[in-house]
């Protein structure tokens, strides 16, 4: 991974109200805003809004497959979360991320510490979700396997 490096995650996911309703119940977020289309139809969006953290969800779910997929040992945080653009059912959301900084752990010498970007867009192009999260990552395969197992080097 080099720092500036920008990947586009394929494939794009297209978010269905069965979606929004199975991640909103399951993580007990009970916001009518999600829920009742009713409700929701008289508020200032005029119907209901995907949930913002599946938002966030998908977003990083995307970007495993490329990139830290069996490299990571822990997400460490995020420092920053923006959603400028609301998402509504049916929307598609595509996602890219830029690597911002790499730098060896100090404490744990076989693994860096990552930072990313993760970038949301819909289907014509408008932002719908930023954050900035740092992780832990194995410089490589073999440091994490001899890890696993209880080997020293």
């Known amino acids: 991974m080099e720092v500036g490096t920008i990947y586009q995650h394929a ?3 297209t978010i269905t109200e069965a979606d929004n309703v199975l991640f909103t119940t399951l993580s007990m977020n009970t916001q009518s805003l999600h829920l009742d289309a009713h409700w ?3 508020q ?7 949930n913002s953290m599946l938002t966030l969800a998908t977003i990083v779910g995307a970007s495993v497959a490329q990139l830290t997929q069996g490299t ?3 997400n ?3 420092d920053t979360v923006a959603f400028p653009h ?3 059912h049916g929307d598609t959301l595509y996602t890219r991320t830029e690597i911002l900084d790499k ?3 100090a404490s744990r010498p076989h693994q860096s510490i990552v930072k990313f970007q993760h970038v949301g867009v ?3 192009g408008t932002v719908v979700a930023e954050c900035v999260r740092s992780t832990l990552l194995w410089k490589n395969e073999a440091e994490h396997r001899r890890e696993q197992s209880g080997q020293r080097p």
């Open 86 to 88: 609301p998402m509504y």
């Open 103 to 105: 730098r060896d752990s």
């Open 122 to 124: 819909n289907q014509d």
């Open 40 to 42: 929701s139809s008289q």
């Open 11 to 13: 494939p794009g996911r």
């Open 76 to 78: 460490l945080g995020f």
């Open 72 to 74: 990571i040992a822990a």
């Open 44 to 50: 200032s969006f005029g119907q209901p809004l995907v």
